[in-house]
């Protein structure tokens, strides 16, 4: 199945704290590709000024779903939200 939507979400974290981020990324990826509908890829861009977390969904209404789920609000977002310096920015994308 190709990708049709991507959900982008950037943050601003510590040097010192993106051990612990790539911990939650890696603790929670496969669970993700697993038991989320319609995700398909994921993947963890680091950059000096931000980490990214790029996911693929077969649907926008998957993305979307994604952040209503149990595994978003009580495992990921509770993992990564003591390691930000601010709060992320959310964005789901259309593929063209």
Same mark, same amino acid.
């Given at each position: 199945?190709?990708?049709?939507?991507?959900?982008?979400?950037?943050?601003?974290?510590?040097?010192?704290? &993106?051990?612990?981020?790539?911990?939650?990324?890696?603790?929670?990826?496969?669970?993700?590709?697993?038991?989320?509908?319609?995700?398909?890829?994921?993947?963890?861009?680091? &950059?000096?000024?931000?980490?990214?977390?790029?996911?693929?969904?077969?649907? =926008?209404?998957?993305?979307?779903?994604?952040?209503?789920?149990?595994?978003?609000?009580?495992?990921?977002?509770?993992?990564?939200?003591?390691?930000?310096?601010?709060?992320?920015? =959310?964005?789901?994308?259309?593929?063209?």
């Amino acid at each position: 199945m190709n990708v049709k939507a991507y959900l982008e979400i950037t943050m601003t974290i510590n040097e010192s704290n &993106r051990p612990a981020a790539a911990k939650v990324y890696t603790d929670y990826r496969k669970p993700f590709l697993d038991t989320i509908e319609g995700a398909l890829t994921k993947d963890l861009l680091i &950059r000096d000024e931000d980490v990214q977390v790029l996911h693929g969904f077969d649907s =926008v209404e998957h993305a979307k779903a994604y952040l209503e789920s149990d595994l978003f609000k009580n495992d990921v977002f509770t993992g990564l939200k003591p390691l930000w310096s601010a709060a992320p920015d =959310v964005k789901i994308y259309t593929v063209a």
